[in-house]
């Protein structure tokens, strides 16, 4: 089945600096991802949409130049969380799809934690 | 834009029956159901795609009032690899092509 590598699946960092992480469509051609975040016993908020080749659309109250998304290609994504601060710590995760019908196929998700 | 799902917990015994409602205020183009487990990505159990549409698999099926633009999880019989969170993913019409969880639901089996 369709599968989405997300490295790294944890991180730790100081507050003030940056952290990327990748998304990578394995097997399918992830024409679309969606970046979420997740706190504790939450549900997954959407943070942006991108297309590739596209600019990314955010969602209202995400600031786009705080959280940088590039999908330069159809099987990569990246999120870049820049100038880090504790409040930012969360789980992120990417979603993508490539129009199969088959859902949309998650990464394994990101453990950041801003100290 | 977030769909409300409902009940917001549920804890059931083995064997028992469990439906888990998704609620859009806007027009929906399709409905997911995702299961959660702690610390883990959701993993996709179906998706629906027309109104009326009621799919499954094993014991597992959900239904989609397109009209009322609400969907439903049912869960019979249900076993302990059921416990998790469950959400629904939605697409809905004419927002481009956002996709939106449920607020979820958490489901616990118990022995």
């Known amino acids: 089945g369709a599968v989405v590598s997300q490295h790294p699946s944890r991180v730790i960092c100081k507050s003030g600096t940056s952290v990327k992480i990748e998304c990578r469509s394995l097997?399918?051609?992830?024409?679309?991802m969606f970046w979420y975040r997740q706190f504790p016993k939450k549900s997954l908020m959407l943070m942006a949409t991108?297309?590739?080749?596209?600019?990314?659309?955010?969602e209202q109250g995400v600031e786009k130049d705080k959280f940088l998304i590039n999908h330069a290609s159809l099987t990569l994504s990246t999120l870049t969380v820049t100038s880090a601060h504790p409040e930012d710590s969360s789980f992120y995760i990417c979603?993508?799809?490539?129009?199969?019908?088959?859902?949309?196929?998650f990464g394994s998700g990101t453990r950041l934690t801003v100290v | 834009q977030q769909p409300v799902q409902s009940p917001q917990a549920v804890i059931l015994r083995e064997g028992e029956d469990a439906v888990i409602n998704c609620s859009s205020s806007?027009?929906?183009?399709?409905v997911h159901w995702y299961r959660q487990k702690h610390g883990e990505a959701p993993v996709f159990l179906m998706i629906?795609?027309?109104?009326?549409e009621q799919k499954g698999h094993e014991k597992i099926s959900a239904s989609f009032n397109e009209k009322k633009q609400q969907s439903s999880l049912y869960l019979t019989a249900s076993q302990l690899s059921y416990s998790g969170t469950y959400f629904c993913?939605?697409?809905?019409?004419?927002?481009?092509?956002?996709?939106?969880f449920g607020t979820g639901t958490s489901l616990t089996v118990i022995p």
């Open positions: 979603s993508g799809t490539g129009r199969t019908n088959y859902g949309y196929t």
């Open positions: 097997d399918f051609q992830a024409t679309t």
């Open positions: 991108s297309n590739e080749g596209s600019k990314a659309t955010y």
């Open positions: 806007k027009a929906l183009y399709s």
């Open positions: 629906l795609l027309k109104g009326g």
């Open positions: 993913g939605t697409e809905m019409v004419n927002t481009g092509n956002q996709f939106y």
